[in-house]
């Protein structure tokens, strides 16, 4: 069973880049909802909170009124959660400069998560790998550390984990030979050789999909 993971109003108004006062007032009209509270302090799931930001903002982009989203969200939505709305695409790039590894990545997010769930970009250098990551502004960043000369997978790290311009970035390091760091700060890491299972749980717990795989139709 995938971990919840809890934030509290000024980490949703980090995702949502929005202010305290914006944020309650999404709330007051049910556009997010607490997961539970902690005293008189609410939490919300960060995974649920994720996935309607997306929603919202894919409904804005349409046209539709804060009011008519909340409306749209209380008509499909039986809980706190957002288990009956179909979620919002998400981006996931691959930096990796071998590309059996990349296709294999990509192969197992087919197969573990339904189809549609993933917008995938690939790319096998660190340059171009910042490149698309400032252009396509993905949800997930899968990284390979060892990338040849041009740039190290953990430059790349460091330039990408606190871009302004990419605020949500979730990142999973892999790596054959190097071990992390405390200073570097990565928080999800695999060693290959990958075991594609658990990256696959670790890729449903950052971006908020379910697999069925893992029971979570």
Not at 14 to 33: C, D, H, M, P, T
Not at 116 to 127: A, K, R, V, Y
């Amino acid at each position: 069973m995938t971990e919840i993971e809890l934030i509290d109003i000024y980490e949703v108004a980090q995702k949502f880049e929005l202010s305290l006062n914006a944020i309650r007032n999404y709330k007051g009209l049910g556009l997010i909802v607490p997961s539970r509270k902690l005293g008189m302090k609410d939490l919300y799931n960060k995974a649920d909170i994720l996935r309607r930001r997306d929603l919202i903002q894919s409904l804005q982009n349409e046209g539709k009124s804060l009011r008519e989203i909340a409306q749209y969200i209380k008509e499909r939505s039986k809980g706190p959660n957002f288990e009956d709305l179909p979620a919002a695409k998400r981006k996931i790039l691959i930096i990796e400069d071998d590309v059996s590894i990349a296709s294999l990545i990509q192969e197992f997010l087919e197969q573990y998560f339904p189809a549609g769930s993933f917008q995938i970009h690939h790319e096998q250098n660190g340059p171009c790998g910042i490149e698309s990551a400032i252009a396509h502004r993905p949800d997930l960043l899968i990284l390979d550390i060892g990338l040849g000369r041009t740039m190290s997978g953990l430059e790349v790290f460091k330039q990408l984990e606190n871009d302004p311009r990419i605020p949500h970035l979730e990142i999973i390091v892999i790596s054959g030979i190097y071990l992390p760091q405390e200073e570097d700060k990565i928080e999800h890491f695999f060693r290959k050789p990958v075991d594609f299972v658990e990256m696959m749980k670790e890729v449903a717990k950052l971006t908020g999909i379910k697999s069925p795989k893992f029971g979570n139709k």
